[in-house]
């Protein structure tokens, strides 16, 4: 991922693997993975 601006760019590399837990109904459940890979896009891009 690259800003718009061109001040910073990231690049991450997660496998196929899902760690999400699924209900009786066979939805995904939220991970704290999940969280916690939405706070280093967050940081990486914006700080």
């Known amino acids: 991922m690259t800003r718009a601006d061109g001040k910073r760019q990231m690049a991450v590399a997660l496998n196929m693997q899902r760690w999400n837990g699924l ?6 459940q ?3 993975i999940d969280d916690a890979l939405a706070t280093l896009y967050r940081v ?3 700080g």
């Open 44 to 46: 990486a891009m914006y």
């Open 30 to 32: 939220p991970h704290p």
């Open 23 to 28: 209900d009786s109904s066979g939805k995904p």
